[in-house]
């Protein structure tokens, strides 16, 4: 087979992923044997998770779409300006459980905050983070572009910015979450649901003051964790609350 050339176009945010930062997000590449198209686009930094639409000469196709001669390739995300090919799209969109990798732990917490289950380990490796992606189907939240371009990763998403609000929203806005917070309902520490305790039952592991002046009480269905609206407690609804403004 002689050599052939493909021009593979990144729309949208996927120039974020791109090693040469070209603001047109045109990468052309070389190619001497039949290659699949989703290594073509992983050749370039571009994870597959984060692909939503491609098309070949125009015509929408999946990962396993062999390259065998010259091609125009355009890529697209999730979020993206293209509303063609509806039927087409390779991502779902609608994921209500992840698995955040090690680095993460502000950006799990802070979805915790909201209620969303998110499996997190700080101590994780890799292997592990893919077991409990899979075992449990969970979409795996890494900014560890290697990671997300491993063959069994089904849905997984690169969060853009280093902050854990923006990156919150990210998540938010990625897997359509807008209508499924329920703030204040899972545990921190744990990621269990909490359960409305009566403070009579629990009277005996607050401090005195808690006793004093709280009478509402929420308990981790797992670690028994105990959680009231303690002084923190405004703080972090007006982060929410700030979150909750941005996304819609
Ligand atoms: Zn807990």
Same mark, same amino acid.
């Given at each position: 087979?002689? @050599?052939?050339?493909? !021009?593979?176009? +990144?729309?949208?945010?996927?120039?974020?992923?791109?090693?040469?930062?070209?603001?047109?997000?045109?990468?052309? =590449?070389?190619?001497?044997?039949?290659?699949?198209?989703?290594?073509?686009?992983?050749?370039?930094?571009?994870?597959?998770?984060?692909?939503?639409?491609?098309?070949?000469?125009?015509?929408?196709?999946?990962?396993?779409?062999?390259?065998?001669?010259?091609?125009?390739?355009?890529?697209?995300? /999730?979020?993206?300006?293209?509303? %063609?090919?509806?039927?087409?799209?390779?991502?779902?969109?609608?994921?209500?459980?992840?698995?955040?990798?090690?680095?993460?732990?502000?950006?799990?917490?802070?979805?915790?905050? %909201?209620? +969303?289950? /998110? @499996?997190?380990? =700080?101590?994780?490796?890799?292997?592990?983070?893919?077991?409990?992606?899979?075992?449990?189907?969970?979409? %795996?939240?890494? !900014?560890?572009?290697?990671?997300?371009?491993? @063959?069994? /990763?089904?849905? $997984?998403?690169?969060?853009?910015?280093?902050? @854990?609000?923006?990156?919150?929203?990210?998540?938010?806005?990625?897997?359509?979450? +807008?209508?499924?917070?329920?703030?204040?309902?899972?545990?921190?520490?744990?990621?269990?649901?909490?359960?409305?305790?009566?403070?009579?039952?629990?009277?005996?592991? %607050?401090?005195?003051?808690?006793?004093?002046?709280?009478?509402?009480?929420? =308990?981790?269905?797992?670690? $028994?964790?105990?959680?009231?609206?303690?002084?923190?407690?405004?703080?972090?609804?007006? !982060?929410?609350?700030?979150? =909750?403004? !941005?996304?819609?």
């Amino acid at each position: 087979m002689s @050599a052939f050339r493909v !021009r593979l176009k +990144f729309h949208d945010d996927l120039t974020f992923f791109l090693k040469s930062k070209t603001s047109s997000g045109i990468i052309d =590449r070389n190619l001497g044997e039949k290659t699949s198209v989703k290594d073509v686009i992983e050749s370039c930094g571009v994870p597959h998770p984060e692909v939503d639409l491609i098309l070949v000469n125009s015509k929408p196709v999946d990962f396993s779409h062999p390259i065998v001669k010259d091609a125009d390739i355009d890529l697209y995300p /999730v979020q993206s300006q293209c509303l %063609l090919f509806k039927e087409n799209r390779l991502q779902v969109r609608s994921i209500k459980r992840f698995v955040a990798d090690g680095h993460l732990g502000t950006l799990a917490r802070t979805l915790r905050l %909201l209620g +969303f289950d /998110v @499996a997190y380990d =700080r101590q994780a490796q890799d292997r592990q983070l893919l077991s409990v992606m899979e075992r449990e189907d969970r979409a %795996l939240l890494t !900014r560890d572009r290697r990671l997300l371009m491993h @063959a069994i /990763v089904r849905h $997984g998403y690169c969060p853009r910015s280093q902050n @854990a609000d923006d990156q919150t929203i990210e998540v938010i806005r990625r897997f359509h979450l +807008f209508d499924s917070c329920t703030p204040f309902s899972r545990c921190l520490r744990c990621n269990a649901p909490l359960e409305r305790v009566i403070k009579a039952d629990i009277i005996d592991k %607050l401090e005195p003051l808690t006793k004093i002046y709280y009478s509402e009480f929420r =308990r981790c269905t797992d670690c $028994g964790q105990i959680y009231w609206a303690g002084s923190h407690f405004s703080k972090l609804q007006r !982060r929410l609350e700030k979150i =909750r403004a !941005r996304c819609s």
